[in-house]
């Protein structure tokens, strides 16, 4: 069965960084695109980034401004999503993602078919 294990959250102060990780089991997460979507308190989930089997195409969405790097380690199975610099407005319920890599990549939620649970990161001094 199909698992995404997230964590690596916490409660970091402005201006730290965390690197949440997703590890899959029950697949075989080479043919998989990966993501990375966030959710605040009271807002919609969004796509903050998504990265190819082979780590040759990456999209990453408007926001992230160079603070947010997503990266792979096929061998080990597991997703990566570094943030740096981050703010209170960066707080919120982290998640990875993964879909069968066929049709054009995309952020969209409902592109996805397989959801980690998600992991908190707060950001307070």
């Known amino acids: 069965q199909l698992q995404l294990v997230v964590a690596g959250g916490g409660l970091v102060q402005p201006g730290g960084s965390l690197r949440p990780s997703c590890l899959a089991s029950?697949?075989?997460?080479?043919?998989?695109?990966v993501a990375w979507f966030r959710q605040a308190p009271g807002k919609e989930r969004e796509g903050i980034a998504w990265?190819?089997?082979?780590?040759?195409?990456?999209k990453y969405a408007d926001f992230t401004k160079g603070r947010f790097t997503i990266y792979r380690d096929n061998a080990k199975n597991t997703a990566y999503l570094r943030v740096d610099s981050l703010q209170p407005e960066d707080a919120g319920i982290y998640y990875c993602?993964?879909?069968?890599?066929?049709?054009?990549?995309?952020?969209?939620?409902?592109?996805?078919?397989?959801w980690g649970r998600g992991t908190q990161v707060s950001v307070s001094s």
């Open positions: 029950g697949i075989n997460l080479d043919n998989y695109l």
């Open positions: 993602a993964a879909r069968w890599w066929s049709g054009p990549p995309t952020l969209e939620v409902g592109a996805f078919d397989e």
């Open positions: 990265l190819s089997p082979s780590s040759n195409d990456v």
